[in-house]
Nanobody, 125 residues
Framework: QVQLVESGGGSVQAGGSLRLSCAASELTYSRDCMGWFRQAPGKEREGVAVIDRDGSTTYADSVKGRFTISKGNAKNTLDLQMNSLKREDTAMYYC???????????????????WGQGTQVTVSS
């Protein structure tokens, strides 16, 4: 059973930075689609960034230029560097993965079989 464990969440002031990490058992980003989603209170979960098997990346418009998804130091880890954080970035952040190419609609949750438990990010003004 594939397990995803997120870390790195916390509280930060607007304009600050956080780095999230996802440790994935059995998966490697070279063979699998991996990404980050988030869910704010009272809102539906939304895609943030994904990285496909070939290393191509896709970002939500709301985070372009501020967030960077990348491979971690270990082959089975995934990072999300978040800079210039805004209050509206406050959410539970989830790591997701699938043992195939990313879905054609990159943020289609049905295309991801594995999910972590989430890590909370809170941005205050």
């Amino acid at each position: 059973q594939v397990q995803l464990v997120e870390s790195g969440g916390g509280s930060v002031q607007a304009g600050g930075s956080l780095r999230l990490s996802c440790a994935a058992s059995e998966l490697t980003y070279s063979r699998d689609c991996m990404g980050w989603f988030r869910q704010a209170p009272g809102k539906e979960r939304e895609g943030v960034a994904v990285i496909d098997r070939d290393g191509s990346t896709t970002y939500a418009d709301s985070v372009k230029g501020r967030f960077t998804i990348s491979k971690g130091n270990a082959k089975n880890t995934l990072d999300l560097q978040m800079n210039s954080l805004k209050r509206e970035d406050t959410a539970m952040y989830y790591c997701a993965a699938d043992r195939s190419w990313c879905p054609a609609i990159k943020f289609d949750e049905k295309g991801y079989d594995y999910w972590g438990q989430g890590t909370q990010v809170t941005v205050s003004s």
